[in-house]
Antibody, heavy 120, light 107 residues
Framework: EVQLVESGGGLVQPGRSLRLSCAAS????????MHWVRQAPGKGLEWVSG????????GYADSVKGRFTISRDNAKNSLYLQMNSLRAEDTALYYC?????????????WGQGTLVTVSS | SYELTQPPSVSVSPGQTARITCSGD??????AYWYQQKSGQAPVLVIY???KRPSGIPERFSGSSSGTMATLTISGAQVEDEADYYC??????????FGTGTKVTVL
């Protein structure tokens, strides 16, 4: 059974940094692309970033480009999101999602999310 | 920026058919995917690559795509199908985009 467990969320002041982690199990991690998707309170879904199976292809939403960095450690079956220069509009539930392919195509399985609140 | 447009809400009586549309200029060349999100839960994939159903998803869920519109159909809607539904696709530049979301009410 695919399991994705996010951690690292919390309350952070504007301008500060936070690092999210996603621990994956139940599948061959380095066979699949991975993503971060977020959902602001009461709002719709927004793709944040995706990374291919071997980290050779990485993409970001315009809203986070230059501030967020996605990475993965295939030896540890883990996905990360380094979030710098956080803004109030980054407040959201952040989901880790497994792709159905090696390249970033779609979101086959989702974790339960970790909440990030940016506020002074 | 690329947009996928969905109706804000759809209402259906139990046992009837609900259809949710998703409109986007790149859909003739790109697959559509559909996600179900029940209140307080993570999204679940219900249709991928326009019309394929993942294992474990009931047969009453089906998808189709023609031209610039993709459609999710729930045939014989059940009370437990009440949820928000999002379409998803990419554009020619590789941007990953979700639709605006549709709240399905079964009553």
């Amino acid at each position: 059974e695919v399991q994705l467990v996010e951690s690292g969320g919390g309350l952070v002041q504007p301008g500060r940094s936070l690092r999210l982690s996603c621990a994956a199990s139940g599948f061959t991690f380095d066979d699949y692309a991975m993503h971060w998707v977020r959902q602001a309170p009461g709002k719709g879904l927004e793709w944040v970033s995706g990374i291919s199976w071997n980290s050779g292809s990485i993409g970001y939403a315009d809203s986070v480009k230059g501030r967020f960095t996605i990475s993965r450690d295939n030896a540890k079956n883990s996905l990360y999101l380094q979030m710098n220069s956080l803004r109030a509009e980054d407040t959201a539930l952040y989901y880790c999602a497994k792709d159905g392919y090696q390249s970033a195509e779609y979101f086959q399985h989702w974790g339960q999310g970790t909440l990030v609140t940016v506020s002074s | 920026s690329y947009e996928l447009t969905q109706p804000p809400s759809v209402s259906v009586s139990p046992g009837q058919t609900a259809r949710i549309t998703c409109s986007g200029d790149a859909l003739p060349k790109k697959y559509a995917y559909w996600y179900q999100q029940k209140s307080g839960q993570a999204p679940v994939l219900v249709i991928y690559e326009d019309s394929k159903r993942p294992s474990g998803i009931p047969e009453r869920f089906s998808g189709s795509s023609s031209g610039t519109m993709a459609t999710l159909t729930i045939s014989g809607a059940q009370v437990e199908d009440e949820a928000d539904y999002y379409c998803y696709s990419t554009d020619s530049s590789g941007n990953h985009v979700f639709g605006t979301g549709t709240k399905v009410t079964v009553l």
